[in-house]
């Protein structure tokens, strides 16, 4: 049987870029060889895109563009329907590469946003995830809350949006006449909780404008949510659902589940399953699955909630591409479901080819 040719995309121009090496080479280790003939294409922190044919293990670790002996350029036309893609060599030579599947195995802006889906789509190349539409809406925050308002009655935290150019006095006014303290402050297109702050009162709010816009020039201020935090991964294939178990985040001493807690430090644990009554595993499993249709999103993504303990349940947002390194919870809920790591890949892929 003739080999998949499948291009595993990784890095880009994100403050998740981190985050997306360890997800790639995780993605890499489980990749079937019998199955999938595989083209390692790594995008520089400045945006840069090579085909990487180096050893795997310096993608983990961050060296692989400084191998510049392995990397060849790539260069993209995006006539429609060609699958275009060239591989160019330092000395010029054009190398064409058609690929049968692309896994995006990039987080946060210009690779989770439906700009790279966007240009995947115009090439016909299937592509893992979510299309072009769902992946910018699902991107933004503010935005995400709004869809799923209008379609469903799952409740979410209040919140005001605010934009770089607005009166700071101005936002702080409605901030704390809307919400109140505590409150949160993120970046309303951006992952991993990168520029989010816990605001306990008005003398922290200021530096926590400034942070999340440093990140994005659109931001959200939201009210804190005392509960437990709540994650469910879902999987689609062929318009079928597969809902895992809802799995439960103690931040332990950490005021929120930020950057430095889910991948740097061992402040945080889990449980899977969640700790929470059986109704409630029930309503969280079926509002994961309404909030994935709404979105219109497709192939995976993990949706988080808040559970609080009078047992209300609280969107918090959706994650269209989320973290495939040894400890991220999507692919930790699908094997405790019975999907283990390796047949999820395959599985995710087969997906894309068939839409």
Known sequence: MEKIKLGVLFGGKSSEYEVSLSSAYAVLSHVDPEKYEVVRIGITKDGEFFKFDGDPGSIKDGSWCADTEKLDRIAVDPSYGDKRIYAVSPDGV?????LDAVFPV???RFGEDGRLQGML?????PTVGCECTASAVTMDKALTKAVVSLFSTVRQAKAV??????????VIKEAEEKIGYPMFVKPSRSGSSVGCSAVKSREDLPAALESAFSED?????EERINGKEIEVAVLEEDGELTVSVPAEIDVGSSDFYDYDTKYVTDESSFFIPARIPGASVEEVRGAAAQIFKILGCRGLSRVDFFLTKEGELIFNEINTMPGFTPISMYPKLMEYGGIPYGELIDRLIRSAMNK
Do not use: Y
């Not at 054009?94 to 058609?98: A, E, L, N, Q, T």
């Not at 020039?217 to 201020?221: R, S």
């Open 94 to 98: 054009r190398k064409k590469i058609v």
């Open 217 to 221: 020039d659109k931001i959200l201020i």
């Open 161 to 170: 949006t605010a934009f770089v150019r607005d009166d700071r006095d101005a």
């Open 121 to 125: 789509e115009v090439m016909g190349v």
């Open 106 to 108: 990039l987080h946060g």
